[in-house]
Nanobody, 114 residues
C-alpha cells in the first residue's frame, strides 16, 4: 500500500521561506510524474511544480524563480523549497506521484501573511 505523507507547512510572513516534504512509503513502480499541486479556498487545484519522465522539471509561471522541486531517491522523499512567499501562495499543498494510477498526499496548509 503506497502512502504519501506531507509535512513542512505552516504560517509565514510574506517574503519568508518554507520547505515542504513528501515522504513515500511502499513500493512504487513506473513513475511518470512527481509533483506538487495546491488548492486555495474557492479555487481549483492547480499544478505548482512537477518532475516528469518525458519533460523534466516544470513550474507554474506564478512560482518560477521562487520555488524549487527536488527529490531524494534514497529517502523516497520529494521536496518543494518555497522562497519569497507571497500571500497569494496561501493554499493547501498536495504532493502527487503518478504511475498507472495517481497517489495523493493528505495535504499541508501553507498560509502567508502580508
Amino acid at each position: 500500500q503506497v502512502q504519501l505523507v506531507e509535512s513542512g507547512g505552516g504560517l509565514v510572513q510574506a517574503g519568508g521561506s518554507l520547505r515542504l516534504s513528501c515522504a513515500a512509503s511502499g513500493s512504487i513502480f513506473g513513475i511518470k510524474t512527481m509533483g506538487w499541486y495546491r488548492q486555495a479556498p474557492g479555487k481549483q487545484r492547480e499544478l505548482v511544480a512537477a518532475i516528469t519522465r518525458t519533460i523534466g522539471t516544470n513550474y507554474a509561471d506564478s512560482v518560477k524563480g521562487r520555488f524549487t522541486i527536488s527529490r531524494d531517491n534514497a529517502k523516497n522523499t520529494m521536496y518543494l523549497q518555497m522562497n519569497s512567499l507571497k500571500p497569494e501562495d496561501t493554499a493547501v499543498y498536495y504532493c502527487l506521484i503518478a504511475t498507472m494510477r495517481d497517489y495523493w498526499g493528505q495535504g499541508t496548509q501553507v498560509t502567508v501573511s502580508s
